[in-house]
């Protein structure tokens, strides 16, 4: 039998889903504030750098793997859309970073808006009432989910969640 995403199953060896965006969320969250933190122009182009691999990655596991679970799985429309729209702004926001020069006025800003707009997506998916309890209330089959995204993305993010993750200096 084929186990669905958005089915409960009883594989008990498999990686939760929520749990793996949740670990993404912490690394990414441990990158934005190596970028605040540091005072190094070259150090801080990296970090972007970095920030944007993983938000897009990140992006790209929501928008193909997780909301389109979630939204088989629950009646909350419109919070996968808003979830959507922000995802799609993010991912607007890297291409500009990534069209930008470092020497160019915006680059650090836009930087800066992309971490804020992450920041605020993390509160939405995690909060009290937020898109994770609506998923765990669901019965998604996280573990189906988990596994699922675990393949698509065997490199960071997901091998970061996995304990595998670099050390940020």
Known sequence: MISLPWRRSTNASAINGIALLKANHREIERWIEAFQLTTSTRRQLEIAFRICEMVRAHIEIGQQIFYPAFLKATDADHRKCRAAAELRAMGKLIE????????????????????????????????????????RNARMDLEALGEHMRRRHPQPPVAACLGRSRTMR
């Not at 939405?124 to 898109?131: D, F, S, T």
């Open 96 to 135: 500009e970073i990534e069209r930008t020069s470092p020497s160019e006025d915006s680059y650090f800003p836009t930087t800066h808006l992309l971490c804020e707009m992450f920041l605020h997506h993390v509160k939405q998916e995690e909060e009290v009432n937020g898109i994770f309890e609506l998923a």
